[in-house]
Structure formats: structure tokens, C-alpha cells
């Protein structure tokens, strides 16, 4: 089955929408180039109001003024010439919302992009009002991604808005889908948002996502490459309301916008044909203003709203590591942390690329489980130690002793922490490896048989506390007859593979 074009398929969701009669006047397109156009005599326009021309096709009002009114095309930028007739439909941009939206893959004005049929019972605006400071409360439950190096020392809560930020090429969207399918058996729902992206890559990652049977609880919006930057625009608020449906539901949701650059981009573009004033980098000036209000609508929601949360996974790409560029500062100063992923460390075969030192969380322990706590709290002295001892070695002398075990263990911590593609880790198996790391119990593995050591260690692991696992997964407990249990498994571990 064929998707309808854009503009019927605008058309018919009109037709079936109800509202009070508004008077407009008939108004005339006065220019029209690269996707934009501009209007004359229809001032009472709204701003993102859906206009429709002529011929049928549809755009959306960007830029009002007394005398004009600036419109971008959600289709071809040839399909509207000057001298076309134009009218305000009175409505705005809406996407479909609902429970029947789960696994499918839809574009941002609800057009279904899977050849299925899609029926929708309700509809929300794609741009909505975040929820005022007295609608939230704190966030304080842990969202887990499964990956150790985050949910041990850059921790996100449910309701957080934390930021993956790198170059091209360094996992950014690998971490975000993880997180995705580590949320199964969680009754999280997810979202992802792909603005820009070629449809390849989205084919791939959905593709991911039905192979790690994770496709079954995620809406996937796409507003590809080849589309007019007013989808790409719009591609993510679209999302958002998505989200939104079910946080109002009392569920947790976690969202991913892949990636916010090229949300920008799309939107400088339309905001230079619109001829508004450029500034830096000739982005406009409300380009702050274009993620803030995306970003401030993910939050944990009071009880008397629902008490259902969203927690936000944007991602911003850096050209040669540069985080102080324009869009990765005004994105790190919105969101409530940041994971910065390094290309050094990528290329060196660190993957997950995590630099540490750059990442932060700001809820930080509050979304911790108090297994977690318990175990990793010296993990980032540990690495900056080892850091710094490194490039202090690198000079050539003998190390002591001292320094020498030092570097051992900060060389094996970082192993630990190298993780696999769709691969998460359970919460008990990360508090096993951290043990494992404490106790010191694989300082003496081969390089090349570190791997295979983990994947039979976590086996065995399983298999001795079985019960304590299940119930650590269930509670996120850690007390002192568990920590007992554990450790002693783990050095059984060690003296039946003599690794001590």
C-alpha cells in the first residue's frame, strides 16, 4: 500500500476536524522560492497555522506580520508558484496519539510510513506548553540503559533530560538505541525521533530494534533527509506530543531525538529564506528558544497530572570535538547532564567511547539503586587516577611498584567497561563486574581472553545466585547478605579459573 501524498493526506484529517466557522481572507502568494513563501492578505493567521493553497498543497504560517505572512511547504518546493490562491485552515499541526501507535513507523503529521493502515482515536498539537514547576516533581527513579560506564557513574533518572553529545562516528546513537532495548520487560514505552537522517541508517536501526524484540513498545518518527526542512522541524515536537500521551497515562517514557544538529540546520535554513536577521553562525536568534521549549516538555509529571515522566536523549554532533560550538552550548545548558563520547577513545577500541571526565550527570546519585551505590563511588577517582598516571608513564621511566598495580588495575577497570553492541547489562550483572573490579579478581587476564572471561563470569554468576539476582533486578537492593553472597561467588569464580 502506497502513503498518500502530504497534502491529501492533510486534506482529509481537515475534513474531519470539527471547529467554530473563522472568517478569512482569500490571500495571494506573493513570492515563492527554496520551499518558502510569502503571503499577502491573510493577517489574521496564526502562527503554525496550517495553510492551504490552490492546488491542494499545504504549508505552515513561520513568520506573521501585518502585511505578510511567511509560510515553509511540507511539500516540493516547486509545488506552489506566485499568483496562487491561499486560505488559513484555522488548525494546527497534529500528530495521532494512542496506544496503537506502538510499533510503528510514522512521519511527523501521523502519515503511517510502514504500508499498514493507521486509525487514530485521538489527535495532540505537535507544539504544547511544558509542564509548569507546581505539574513535576523531583525526579528520583533510575532509568537504566544497561550500559556500565553510564549507569555507574553518569546515572539518568526517569524525567531527565541528559544530552549524547560527540563527533560523527562515535556510538551516539548505538548508546541511545541500547537504552531502547534494555527498556524491555520494563513497561517503559519509547520514542524515536530521526531528523535528517538517510533512510538507510533509520532502516538499520529499526531493524535493530525488531531483532532485539523492542519495536513492540517504541513509535518511531522519521523525517528523512530527502524531506522539506518544515518535517524536519517539526519531526520532533511531533514526538514529543507522542510521548506526552502516554506520560498523561501515568507512563514512563523515554525519547530520543537523532539528532538535534540537524534539527537546527533545517531550521536556520527556513529562518534565513525568511529572511530573519542571522547572527552567530547565521543561526537566528531564537534558536535557544527552538530546543528549550522542545526540552522543557520532558519531566517527571505530578501525581495530579498523571504522574507519568518522559526522560529526553538528545543527541548533538561536534565537529572535531568542539563543545563549546554554538549548538552543543545552548543544548548542554538546557539539558540536566551530558554523555560525551571521545573519538580517541573510540578509535583506541574503547567502545562504549565515554570520556568520564567531560560527562556528567546534574541528578547525578539521587537516580541511583542503592546496589549501585554502594559499589561504584570510587569508579571516577579510579579512572582519573589512571589517566593521569598514564600520561605521566608515557615518558618512558620504570614505574614503582605502587604505580604499576595502579595502572594494572585502571587498565582492567577499563576493559570492564567495554561493552558490546545490543548487549545491555542486567543490574546485577553490572554490580557483579564491579565487584569482580574491587575484589581485584581479573588483574591477571590475557588481553585477549578478557571477553570471553566476563561473558563466563556473568554465566556463573547467574547460575550461583540465581534467586539474588532476580530479586536484585526486581528491588535494586544491595544489603550486607547480598554483597557477601556475591563476593564470595565471584572469588569461587577466580580460584576455579586460577585467576588469583
Known amino acids: 500500500m ?113 504500508g499498514k493502515p493507521l486509525s487514530a482515536a485521538k489527535y495532540y498539537p505537535a507544539e504544547r506548553p511544558a509542564p509548569s514547576i507546581i505539574d513535576r516533581r523531583p525526579v528520583d527513579t533510575p532509568l537504566a540503559t544497561g550500559i556500565l560506564a553510564i549507569d555507574s557513574m553518569i546515572p539518568i533518572g526517569r524525567g531527565q533530560r541528559e544530552l549524547i553529545i560527540g563527533d560523527r562516528q562515535t556510538g551516539k546513537t548505538t548508546i541511545a538505541i541500547d537504552s531502547i532495548i534494555n527498556q524491555k520487560n520494563t513497561e517503559v514505552i519509547c520514542v524515536y525521533c530521526a531528523i535528517g537522517q538517510k533512510a538507510s541508517t533509520v532502516a538499520g536501526v529499526i531493524e535493530t530494534l525488531k531483532k532485539a524484540e523492542a519495536l513492540n513498545y517504541t513509535v518511531v518518527v522519521h523525517a528523512g533527509a530527502s524531506d522539506s526542512a518544515a518535517m524536519q522541524y517539526l519531526a520532533p515536537y511531533s514526538a514529543c506530543s507522542v510521548a506526552e500521551y502516554f506520560a498523561e497515562q501515568g507512563k514512563d517514557v523515554l525519547i530520543v531525538y537523532d539528532d538535534l544538529s540537524k534539527h537546527a540546520v533545517a531550521y536556520r535554513m527556513m529562518s534565513l529564506l525568511l529572511l530573519r536577521p542571522p547572527g552567530r553562525e547565521a543561526f537566528p536568534g531564537d534558536i535557544f528558544y527552538l530546543h528549550s521549549r522542545l526540552l522543557e516538555r520532558s519531566a517527571c509529571l505530578s501525581k495530579e497530572k498523571g504522574g507519568g515522566s518522559i526522560t529526553a536523549l538528545p543527541i548533538v554532533e561536534t565537529l572535531d570535538g568542539n563543545i563549546s560550538a554554538y549548538i552543543p552550548t545552548n543544548v548542554i545548558s538546557i539539558t540536566d547532564g551530558q554523555v560525551y563520547l571521545e573519538s580517541d577513545l573510540f578509535h583506541s577500541g574503547v567502545r562504549p567511547a565515554v570520556n568520564t571526565g567531560l560527562s556528567v550527570s546534574r541528578v547525578g546519585r539521587a537516580a541511583q539503586t542503592k546496589a549501585m551505590k554502594a559499589v561504584s563511588g570510587t569508579l571516577r577517582i579510579d579512572l582519573s587516577q589512571y589517566r593521569e598516571t598514564q600520561i605521566f608513564t608515557r615518558f618512558g621511566s620504570d614505574p614503582d611498584p605502587a604505580t604499576a598495580k595502579l595502572l594494572k588495575r585502571g587498565s582492567t577497570l577499563m576493559n570492564i567497561l567495554k561493552q558490546s553492541n545490543s548487549s545491555p547489562y542486567s543490574l546485577f550483572q553490572q554490580i557483579c563486574l564491579l565487584i569482580a573490579h574491587k575484589e581485584g579478581l581479573f588483574l591477571n587476564i590475557p588481553e585477549k581472553l578478557f571477553r570471553n572471561t566476563i561473558r563466563d563470569y556473568l554465566s556463573f554468576m547467574e547460575k550461583e545466585c540465581i534467586k539474588t539476582a532476580n530479586e536484585m533486578n526486581a528491588d535494586g537492593d544491595m544489603g550486607e547478605q547480598r554483597l557477601n553472597e556475591i563476593t564470595a561467588a565471584a572469588k569461587s569464580f577466580a580460584k576455579e579459573r586460577a585467576l588469583l
Open 2 to 114: 502506497s502513503e498518500p501524498g502530504i497534502s491529501a493526506f492533510l486534506k482529509k484529517r481537515i475534513s474531519e476536524y470539527q471547529f467554530n466557522p473563522v472568517t478569512y481572507k482569500k490571500g495571494t502568494v506573493i513570492k515563492s522560492s527554496d520551499g518558502v513563501v510569502t503571503v499577502g492578505g491573510i493577517g489574521n493567521a496564526r502562527y503554525g497555522e496550517l495553510l492551504e493553497f490552490g492546488n491542494g498543497v499545504f504549508g505552515m504560517a513561520l513568520e506573521l506580520s501585518q502585511a505578510e505572512v511567511g509560510a515553509v511547504l511540507f511539500d516540493t518546493a516547486e509545488s506552489v508558484q506566485s499568483g496562487q490562491s491561499v486560505r488559513g485552515t484555522g488548525m494546527v499541526a497534529q500528530v495521532p496519539v494512542g496506544e496503537n501507535l506502538l510499533g510503528r513507523i510514522i512521519d511527523p503529521i501521523g502519515r503511517p510510513l510502514d
